[in-house]
């Protein structure tokens, strides 16, 4: 098992910045690949962004490229989401995940079998 904490999260106006945090511990050596998702109230969970742990190889969602920044720190177990330049319609819970085994389609939901909490990222205008 892996066991994901964020955090981070909290209110900013529109143009300002937040970087959020997601501790692993547990089974942290089986993770193969480490993201972000948002939901917003009303909508589904949608896909941010991508790390695959060994390579570093890192994919975003159309919607925060050049904005976001997706990092670790591997002694840490931790994966950082460096948002700047944010908007209102970044408001949202963001979900930190993780997955032990190579993925189909990384942008799925479905592909990740560990999640964490969540922690609310609200954008003002």
């Known amino acids: 098992q892996v066991q994901l904490i964020e955090s981070g999260g909290g209110l900013v106006q529109a143009g300002g910045s937040l970087r959020l945090s997601c501790v692993a511990s547990g089974r942290t050596y089986s993770v193969y690949a480490m993201g972000w998702f948002r939901q917003a109230p009303g909508k589904e969970r949608e896909f941010v962004a991508v790390m695959d742990w060994s390579g570093g190889r890192t994919t975003y969602a159309d919607s925060v490229k050049g904005r976001f920044t997706h990092s670790r720190d591997n002694p840490k177990n931790t994966v950082y989401l460096q948002m700047n330049s944010l908007k209102p319609e970044d408001t949202a819970v963001y979900y930190c995940?993780?997955?032990?085994?190579?993925?189909?389609?990384?942008?799925?939901?479905?592909?990740?079998?560990?999640w964490g909490q969540g922690t609310q990222v609200t954008v003002s205008s």
């Open positions: 995940a993780a997955t032990a085994r190579p993925y189909k389609w990384y942008d799925r939901r479905t592909e990740y079998e560990y």
